[in-house]
């Protein structure tokens, strides 16, 4: 169990570790190699622990989609001194396949969003990190953002429901360390 609360907690803060990447508003072409660069890329794994299909996913999911105008109204003021880590999380399916990918930095176009893939896709096979994705918002299954005066980390829903139900020990670390509040 412990095995998985770990899990959890680096999925959480996936795109926290990518930010560095992320502050470009154009990332370069990715990589040939497809292999994680780091440790908390080839922890973004743990998206395929997710099932769309269990109760407490699906909620968490809809949540995110009827609060998805928050992060769009955050990402749309570009205000880098008080937010950083503006992602949103889609399910992006290939045939059978599906995974959930977080986007990250994104912007919004005439055909609706582009982000760029900040996670590492393990099951889709033409998904690459740093390539774009046109998505609508009524794609988005979840997002986040840090308000960085307030030393809060707003939306995570995927991974609230997953700490609630399977490791509940770690809320107070993700509150503590993150600024992250599940209960709502």
């Known amino acids: 169990m412990r095995h ?15 930010a560095s990447w992320a502050q470009a508003r154009k990332p370069s072409a990715p990589a040939a190699s497809a292999a994680p660069a780091s440790a908390s890329q080839a922890e ?4 395929l622990e997710i099932d769309p299909n269990e109760p407490h ?12 105008s928050e992060v769009l109204k955050v990402g749309a003021t ?3 001194k008080r937010y ?24 919004k176009t005439d ?5 760029y893939v900040a996670t590492v896709p393990v099951t889709l096979q033409r998904m690459q990190v740093r390539m774009s994705y046109t998505f609508q918002p009524e794609d988005i299954v979840d997002w986040m953002y840090t308000d960085k005066l307030k030393k809060t980390m707003h939306g995570q829903f995927i991974t609230c429901a997953q700490v609630k139900k399977h490791a509940p020990q770690d809320a107070p670390v993700l509150k503590r360390r993150y600024g992250l509040d599940c209960s709502r």
């Not at 973004?44 to 998206?47: D, K, P």
């Open 84 to 107: 950083e880590n503006v992602a949103v999380r889609v399910l992006v399916k290939e045939g059978k396949l599906q995974e959930f990918i977080w986007l990250q930095p994104f912007e």
């Open 57 to 68: 996913i699906q909620a968490a999911m809809k949540k995110g989609r009827a609060t998805a």
């Open 44 to 47: 973004s794994r743990s998206e």
């Open 111 to 115: 055909k609706g969003y582009v982000g």
């Open 78 to 80: 570009g205000d880098e």
């Open 4 to 18: 998985l609360s770990l899990t959890l907690l680096a999925s959480a803060l996936l795109c926290t570790a990518s």
